[in-house]
């Protein structure tokens, strides 16, 4: 597909990159072979985001990866898109924009601190709707695919959170290791089990917060999904709300 694109690409003399091939190329020659364009189109856009580059590091197989993504195509002006991603994470998500940059169509969240927030997303966490209270820092960036559709993709920056799981796992490991190694030298030879022992147990944390990594990635696809359909988000209160009334009415 890649070579029928350099021909498109060469034969309209139009390349969006003078290193690359157009995307427009890229569309055709998918259209031609039968490959779905819209996949093609959001892979593109993906790319242009940055949210596929992504380079796998030791650390990142054994503490879990330092942001999540979730992208997904959304019908609807870009502008309107973002002003909907900007209600749900500011109303249902516990967070407050930071930094909205000029385009309109990109902006920074941070996870809000005050009481309020803190009991909102405790009444979240229990009734079962999105949840986004492990998330610290977010950035949305919303790119248009045409006058009708476009990308969003949500990042979440799990740094302080990975951080925090290496700096535990790496003091259980070495305190308990290096407290083994005196016990043994200077007492009883048996403590040397007890190195690879800490060693386990460090490297369990690690693995604990890796396991964890995917719920969040399932909270931003659930702020997506409300998104895609274009339902306005509500308040705690009116979620407890129309739990209670769904309840009220199941059992009438």
């Known amino acids: 597909m890649l070579r029928r694109a350099i021909e498109l690409a060469e034969r309209d003399h139009v390349r969006d990159d003078p290193d690359g091939v ?120 919303v790119q248009p695919v045409d006058a009708r559709c476009c990308v969003v993709a949500l990042v979440a920056d799990l740094e302080v959170e990975r951080t925090v799981a290496l700096v535990g796992g790496s003091s259980v490991a070495g305190v308990g290791s290096a407290v083994s190694v005196v016990q043994a030298v200077t007492t009883w030879p048996l403590w040397w089990a007890g190195v690879p022992a800490s060693l386990a147990a460090g490297v369990g944390l690690l693995r604990l917060r890796v396991r964890t990594v995917p719920d969040t990635e399932v909270s931003l696809q659930g702020v997506l999904d409300r998104v895609s359909v274009a339902d306005e988000p509500v308040g705690v209160l009116g979620d407890v709300r129309e739990r209670l009334l769904g309840r009220s009415r199941a059992t009438g």
Do not use: C, I
Request: aromatic share 4%.
């Open 22 to 141: 157009s995307e427009q190329a890229l569309v055709e020659a998918a259209d031609e072979l039968g490959v779905d364009v819209g996949a093609v189109r959001r892979a593109a856009a993906e790319e242009r985001l940055g949210v596929l580059d992504h380079e796998h590091r030791l650390v990142d197989r054994l503490a879990g990866p330092a942001s999540v993504s979730a992208t997904r195509f959304v019908d609807g002006a870009a502008d309107q898109v973002m002003a909907l991603v900007d209600a749900w994470l500011r109303r249902s998500g516990g967070l407050k924009r930071r930094r909205f940059e000029a385009d309109g169509l990109s902006a920074d969240y941070v996870r809000r601190s005050d009481a309020v927030a803190g009991m909102q997303r405790t009444l979240r966490s229990v009734t079962g709707r999105e949840d986004l209270g492990r998330v610290r820092r977010v950035r949305v960036v």
